[in-house]
T-cell receptor, first 119, second 111 residues
Framework: EAQVTQNPRYLITVTGKKLTVTCSQN?????MSWYRQDPGLGLRQIYY???????DKGDVPEGYKVSRKEKRNFPLILESPSPNQTSLYFC??????????????????FGPGTRLTVL | QKEVEQDPGPLSVPEGAIVSLNCTYS??????FMWYRQYSRKGPELLMY????GNKEDGRFTAQVDKSSKYISLFIRDSQPSDSATYLC???????????FGKGTRLSVIA
């Protein structure tokens, strides 16, 4: 089944304790991204990656790191989490640049979300 | 002015009603327009996709883009309780660039 998976789905941690949220897709997608979703603020992009070893900042990158060493994986790293990073996080992927613009190539498939609480 | 404005609702309608959801935007460079549907405790899923202007119809759903007015709409005909979800508009100026999302409109369709 084509899907984007995230782990863990729920995480409660304390300020300053490094954590990693994993994201994996099995669709051979080039483009992957991380979003956070907060009440009243909607979905905001944290980082995105056009392909392996190619990452770039989104709208709210402060306090986050990412890496893209393999095409299928795009982990989100919080080196020193703080309470303002309490949020619902989504990973997404899309086919990327292959082919012309269109629904098939531009659709972003979202993972199920990771609810993070930083105390 | 925020880049994308969307009324958060909530919007409550009876089953069978026609629903109109809207977003306005300020960036005239946006060319790719999408509507995502998000059920509670799930990730968003793409519902409609439009490149540039015009209308797109898919079953009970119609997406409209009016670039001159910087206004996009999603119409749902014969609404069903299963349509109860949050609807997010999203747009971008170029392919594979960050999507800018509206805050979402929460819709409840009452049987």
């Amino acid at each position: 089944e084509a899907q984007v998976t995230q782990n863990p789905r729920y995480l409660i941690t304390v300020t300053g304790k490094k954590l990693t949220v994993t994201c994996s897709q099995n669709m051979n997608h080039e483009y992957m991204s991380w979003y956070r979703q907060d009440p009243g603020l909607g979905l905001r992009q944290i980082y995105y990656s056009m392909n392996v070893e190619a990452t770039d900042k989104g709208d709210v990158p402060e306090g986050y790191k990412v890496s893209r060493k393999e095409k299928r994986n795009f982990p989100l790293i919080l080196e020193s989490p703080s309470p303002n990073q309490t949020s619902l996080y989504f990973c997404a992927s899309s086919l990327g640049s292959k082919g012309g613009p269109g629904r098939a190539t531009d659709t972003q498939y979202f993972g199920p979300g990771t609810r993070l609480t930083v105390l | 002015q925020k880049e994308v404005e969307q009324d958060p609702g909530p919007l409550s309608v009876p089953e069978g009603a026609i629903v109109s959801l809207n977003c306005t935007y300020s960036n005239s460079a946006f060319q790719y327009f999408m509507w995502y549907r998000q059920y509670s405790r799930k990730g968003p899923e793409l519902l409609m996709y439009t490149y540039s202007s015009g209308n797109k119809e898919d079953g009970r759903f119609t997406a409209q883009v009016d670039k001159s007015s910087k206004y996009i709409s999603l119409f749902i005909r014969d609404s069903q309780p299963s349509d109860s979800a949050t609807y997010l508009c999203a747009m971008s100026p170029r392919r594979n660039t960050p999507l800018v999302f509206g805050k979402g409109t929460r819709l409840s369709v009452i049987a």
